[in-house]
C-alpha cells in the first residue's frame, strides 16, 4: 500500500512535466524592427479628435508571458504627421462601411443612448479592430513584403531593457524567418 502514494506522485510529476515552458517577456517594438503593429479601434479615433498628437498602442504578436516587458509599447504620431491619422480615420470609416463595426457589453454595461439616439460606446468592447502596420515611408514594401521584422540585433536590443526573452515574429514560416534574417541589412532604418 505505499507505493500506491508514490505511484500517485510520480504521475503528478510527470503529467507537471508536459506542460509548454513559460517565456520570460513580452516583447514590445525594438529598435531595428521594420514595423509596428497595432489596433485601430473606433473608440482611439473618439479621443484622437481631442488629442493633438494620437498615440497608437502595441498589438502583441506572441501569447503574453509572465516576467517583464521589453520595448516600446506605444507609437504618438506628431503634428507632421497630422494627414497620415487623418487617413487613418478616414480608411476606418470607409473599412467600417463593407466591415460594420462588432461590439461585446462590458461587464454589467447599463445600455444608454446618447443624444442621438445611438448606444453609448463607453460600455462596449470593440472585438474586431483592425490591424495596421507602421513603417517608414522610405520602407519597400514590394521587395522586402510586409509582416518581416528583419531585426537581425534584436537580442542585443532586448538586452537593453530586461536579459531575458524571445524572438516574436508575425510571420511564423521557416522561410520567411530566414528571409527575415538574411536581408535585415538591406532594410532602411
Known sequence: MQR??????AVLFSLFTLLSPVHATNDNFLPGDSFFPSKVLYENLQRQEQEAEPVY???????LAF???????QLKL???????????????????????IRL???KNAKLPQNNQGNPNLDNFYETNGLSIF???????????????????NWREEMKKFINA???????????????STTMAKQVPR
Open 134 to 152: 507602421f513603417y517608414n515611408e522610405d520602407y519597400d514594401w514590394q521587395r522586402l513584403k510586409i509582416g518581416l521584422k528583419y531585426n537581425e
Open 57 to 63: 498602442y502595441y498589438n502583441y504578436v506572441c501569447e
Open 78 to 100: 506628431d503634428k507632421q504627421n497630422e494627414q497620415l491619422a487623418a487617413n487613418i480615420r478616414k480608411a476606418y470609416l470607409h473599412i467600417r462601411k463593407s466591415q460594420p
Open 104 to 106: 461585446r457589453p462590458k
Open 67 to 73: 516576467c517583464g516587458y521589453a520595448g516600446y509599447s
Open 4 to 9: 500506491l502514494p508514490l505511484a500517485g506522485l
Open 165 to 179: 526573452g524571445r524572438y516574436c515574429a508575425f510571420v511564423k514560416k521557416g522561410d520567411a524567418l530566414k528571409r
